[in-house]
């Protein structure tokens, strides 16, 4: 189940940390916020060094649709309902600022960059459609309504963004890895302090930035409260029409659309890790009945980090920790907000204002009403008396039978039939084979 980027990428290798090392700033997780976080960190001329306990983009960066958008869904409305209109402004402009810096790299890097415009369509809600228009005048953003798209079905209505992107993001990230401290197959495996303990050495630092989709450590942040881990799937179809932009559905298990060279890429199927849903054959029944002729050439899933209210997890990784930051809980907008991360996290570890600080902290309330959701999730999987149990915190796993793993519904650890560790937050296998 590789994806398209991954067939149509080459990604170089870097050699396993075998040593007692020290420097100014490690970065914990190689995927693309992370990798971004080195470029911005060399580019600034800082002493860093990246680990990754895989390849780099391993994880969910290769599975990713790689829409590159300030728009996430039908977020400003919500975002001013519940911060008020400066909060909503500054999010907007922290992601069209993400845009803008993909713009400059990728016009030095060979990565399919192209620009297109983005589609939020609600199916049935037009007066969704028209209150976050109304929340994006507010603040000053020209976006447009829109009541047809080139889909094979009708819509109440659609909010479009002008002249957002997309690209491969492994051509990308093969683009700028070159130089940079990277080691691979270094699994971190306990902090002590800002030291982090691998298995060939230790790594002591002045500062830590941990950028490892879920975070791994549990003792600060309550993460393993504030967010829940959501899958969802990609069909790529050949022989499929060119729907000339890309198009979310507003509903979190609606579908997505865009294009890649001659290929259709469909996303959906969605449910929350460890529960069940439409999966691929969700995919394949709506191929299947709009697009006869077409052939599947990719399928992937994916996994996203959902936060308590929709804003990313960026800035100190909690309030009572110093010199350890963060950033996940990207809720499916992966691209631009690991854009968003490198550069706040570049500032905050060289001491520089920001002026996204507060829009992404992790110390932000909690009092959301996901939090009770998560919180039962978390306790009636713990009571339930099965086994096999998740290492991270203990919840009973979940067999999922489309992908053949074991699935953890408090938080998204994954397994294979085996008990080998496919997805964090856990850091290890299961105890014994399942």
């Known amino acids: 189940m590789n994806s398209v980027w991954k067939e149509k990428s080459d990604l170089p290798c870097f050699d396993v940390l075998n040593q007692d090392i020290r420097t100014d700033i490690l970065i914990i997780g190689g995927g693309l916020a992370g990798i971004l976080c080195a470029y911005m960190l060399e580019q600034a001329g800082v002493k860093y060094m990246l680990v990754e306990a895989d390849r780099i983009c391993s994880g969910i960066t290769k599975n990713t649709t790689a829409k590159i958008t300030s728009q996430h869904g039908f977020v400003y409305d919500k975002l001013i309902r519940e911060f008020g209109m400066e909060t909503a402004r500054l999010y907007l402009e922290a992601n069209e600022e993400a845009l803008n810096q993909y713009r400059k790299l990728c016009k030095m890097v060979n990565c399919d960059f192209e620009e297109q415009d983005n589609y939020i369509y609600s199916l049935d809600d037009k007066k969704k459609v028209e209150r976050e228009l109304a929340a994006l005048h507010k603040i000053g953003f020209s976006a447009q309504s829109v009541d047809s798209l080139p889909l094979p079905f009708s819509i109440a209505g659609a909010v479009k963004f002008s002249k957002q992107a997309q690209f491969n993001p492994l051509k990308f990230v093969s683009g700028i890895v070159e130089g940079l401290s990277i080691y691979e197959h270094t699994a971190v495996r306990e902090l002590i302090g800002t030291t982090a303990v691998t298995d060939h050495g230790k790594i002591t630092a002045n500062k830590i930035i941990v950028t490892t989709h879920f975070p791994f450590l549990n003792k600060h942040g309550s993460y393993f409260l504030k967010m829940y881990q959501h899958r969802s799937y990609v069909l790529v179809l050949e022989n499929a029409p060119n729907v000339e932009g890309m198009y979310v559905d507003e509903s979190q298990k609606g579908m997505s659309f865009r294009n890649y060279e001659d290929l259709l890429l469909i ?138 793993s074991w699935d953890c519904p408090c938080h998204g650890s994954r397994f294979t039939e085996e008990g080998k560790l496919i997805d964090n937050p856990s850091t290890g296998n299961l105890r014994k084979k399942v």
């Open 267 to 404: 996303g959906g199927g969605d449910h929350r890790t460890g529960k069940k849903g439409g999966n691929f054959k969700e995919l394949e029944d709506f191929a299947n009945r709009h697009y006869p002729n077409a052939k599947i050439r990719y399928r992937w899933a994916t996994q996203d980090c959902m936060t308590l209210d929709g804003v990313p997890y960026i800035g100190s990784y909690s309030a009572s920790t110093t010199d350890l930051y963060v950033a996940t809980g990207f809720n499916k907008w992966g691209m631009t907000s690991s854009m968003v991360s490198a550069m706040l996290l570049t500032d905050i570890v060289l001491g520089k204002e920001n002026p996204y600080a507060e829009v992404f902290s992790p110390s932000r309330t909690i009092f959301r009403p996901q939090l009770a959701s998560n919180a039962i999730q978390a306790v009636v999987n713990l009571l339930t008396p099965t086994t096999p149990r998740c290492p991270h915190m203990g919840c009973a796993l979940k067999w999922n039978n489309v992908e053949q």
